[in-house]
């Protein structure tokens, strides 16, 4: 079995609580929504197996991991990678978009932070019971009711409103109007957006 992979590379981790943190990133391909605001490519490059993969991550200077996609909850092999990444010392992170609930996949327990975006126009597809934080775009006016559904749905330390970038524009305004509406909500700073790293 082979990992189906997007890229793999080492940079900060631009967003949430972890902002800051020297981090491999690995992209899994594909994902199961179809954001209008999309602006990752989900599309496989190139396949590794779990020996292929760890042998790589190794040859990074880090040791912690950010584990994302596309959506790296409907990867097959998860609990192996992590398992073997644990063997390994690192600290393991994810990024999900919420779709897949803990029964789904239950290696989520595993690691050591679960980072979730669920998304605004995929109200119904939102299954994740808990995370150590919750990312939403403020892709428009109408989400703080979303936020706040999230909130009684997703158990989380913090909840984040990010900016929406639509094709390099970042719209402040609305995620500045969302947040005065939502207390105990943060603006996500995505740091990587403001130094100009990826
Ligand atoms: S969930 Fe993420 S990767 Fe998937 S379409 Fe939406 S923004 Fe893109």
């Not at 779990?50 to 040859?59: G, Y």
């Not at 959506?71 to 073997?84: D, K, N, S, Y």
């Not at 150590?132 to 775009?137: K, L, M, Q, Y």
Request: net charge negative; hydrophobic share 40%.
């Amino acid at each position: 079995m082979k990992y189906p992979l997007v890229e793999i590379f080492s940079s900060l981790q631009g967003e949430g609580r972890n902002a800051g943190r020297p981090c491999v990133f690995v992209r899994f391909a594909w994902c199961n929504l179809a954001c209008a605001w999309c602006d990752t490519d989900v599309a496989e490059r190139f396949s590794l197996d779990l020996d292929a993969l760890v042998a790589e991550l190794e040859t990074h200077k880090e040791r912690s991991v950010v584990l994302t996609g596309g959506e790296p909850t409907l990867v097959a092999g998860m609990p192996e990678l992590v398992a073997r990444l644990k063997e390994h010392g690192w600290w393991i992170a994810v990024e999900t978009n919420a779709t897949r609930s803990r029964e789904d996949a239950p290696w989520l327990d595993f690691v050591d932070y679960v980072a979730c975006s669920p998304k605004a126009e995929a109200p119904a597809e939102v299954r994740l019971e808990s995370a150590d934080e919750v990312r939403v775009v403020a892709s428009s006016e109408d989400v703080v009711d979303f936020c706040r559904s999230i909130h009684s749905r997703i158990a989380a330390r913090d909840y984040y409103v990010s900016v929406c970038d639509r094709d390099g524009e970042m719209d402040f305004a609305t995620a500045k109007s969302v947040l005065s509406r939502l207390p105990g909500w943060s603006l996500n700073v995505q740091l990587h957006k403001l130094i100009g790293i990826r």
